[in-house]
């Protein structure tokens, strides 16, 4: 997730390591120290938004070639979901060009869990659908935005 400084537009990236402050990658906003505050303008956390992020749907009959790298493969065994993305191949694993976290979502866009993908990490998650019929899988490319894809059972 990321979050918005609204007194000067800093952006604070859950998944970005900040040598200045000291904060390693994957710290949750809502995990930071009591008295976190800007370090571009020292504007208090109260004062951040979240910032929500526009998913993007693939064309899943001929995804064009932008979408290809971003394509959302699934596979169900009994109750667990297996999520990759890439249609022919696991997408780019570069530090700055890299899926940084593969969210689930449920039938009413509840959020259900996620994983965070540290850089290296080959874009591949497992997840327990047990309590599940139909659900959403989000991805967040670093330098590509959310891309989504709705699953019916």
Same mark, same amino acid.
């Given at each position: ?22 904060? &390693? #990658? ?8 009591? %008295?976190?505050?800007?370090? &571009?303008?020292?504007?208090? #956390? ?17 995804? /064009? ?19 990759? &993305? ?5 997408? #780019?694993?570069? $530090?700055? %060009? ?12 509840? /959020? ?7 850089? =290296?990490?080959? $874009? ?19 330098? %590509?935005? &959310?891309? =989504? ?5």
């Amino acid at each position: 997730m990321r979050y918005l400084c609204t007194n000067c537009n800093y952006i604070y990236d859950e998944s970005i390591w900040d040598s200045w402050e000291n904060i &390693v #990658a994957w710290t949750k906003f809502d995990n930071l120290w009591d %008295h976190f505050a800007c370090p &571009v303008c020292s504007e208090l #956390a109260e004062e951040f938004q979240e910032i929500k992020e526009e998913i993007s749907y693939i064309n899943e009959q001929n995804p /064009f070639w932008f979408e290809q790298e971003h394509f959302i493969n699934y596979k169900i065994f009994d109750w667990d979901l297996e999520v990759q &993305v890439w249609k022919w191949d696991l997408h #780019a694993s570069w $530090p700055e %060009h890299r899926i940084s976290w593969i969210w689930l979502y449920d039938e009413y866009w509840d /959020f259900v869990n996620e994983n965070f993908l540290s850089d =290296g990490e080959d $874009p591949i998650s497992e997840f327990d659908i047990s309590d599940l019929d139909d659900f959403e899988i989000r991805v967040k490319c670093t330098i %590509h935005w &959310v891309w =989504g894809r709705k699953i019916e059972r």
